[in-house]
């Protein structure tokens, strides 16, 4: 079983903390927040089976926000997508010469999921071909879905096209 440990983004110092020696590897939680659900799904495409976040409660790596018990953005993302996404087959991952991620799924309720985003070499913003029917969600913590429309265009968000 592969299992991929020690995973985590060094996020910028809480306020009173004394800041990081070296910056070049510091990303905005917004960033954290759009790395959560790639990283999951690519790691599961690449074989690995288990998905460890470390220092969970550490103030620049961590889940909460400094002192407190609230979720920091990419928390919140990590429990959409595992509600979303628990008990799901990962059929496959790809990406276009456009830059375009797509992540082929069936959901653990048996409903096919096309899970899609933009990287950021992407040129443009890369449309997805209608049409589309079911419910799309941005995974981004708070999106509950709306009905999938006539266009859907790729950012770094992931959103998840779950077919009906």
């Excluded at 008990?87 to 496959?92: E, N, S, T």
């Excluded at 933009?118 to 995974?139: E, I, M, N, Q």
Aim: proline fraction near 8%.
């Amino acid at each position: 079983m592969l299992s991929r440990s020690e995973t985590g983004y060094f996020l910028p110092a809480p306020p009173g903390a004394k800041p990081a020696t070296d910056s070049r590897y510091i990303i905005s939680e917004q960033t954290a927040a759009e790395y959560v659900p790639r990283d999951l799904l690519l790691s599961r495409a690449m074989g690995f089976e288990r998905f460890y976040w470390f220092a969970w409660d550490n103030d620049f790596l961590g889940l909460l926000v400094p002192g407190t018990s609230a979720l920091r953005p990419h928390a919140k993302v990590l429990g959409q997508f595992m509600s979303l996404l628990t008990d799901a087959h990962l059929k496959q991952c790809a990406r276009d010469n456009a830059g375009l991620w797509r992540c082929d799924l069936v959901l653990a309720g048996g409903n096919p999921a096309l899970a899609v985003w933009a990287d950021p070499s992407a040129t443009g913003s890369p449309h997805l071909t209608p049409p589309f029917v079911g419910k799309l969600v941005r995974l981004d913590g708070a999106d509950a879905g709306t009905r999938a429309g006539n266009d859907i265009v790729a950012g770094p968000v992931v959103q998840l096209l779950v077919k009906e």
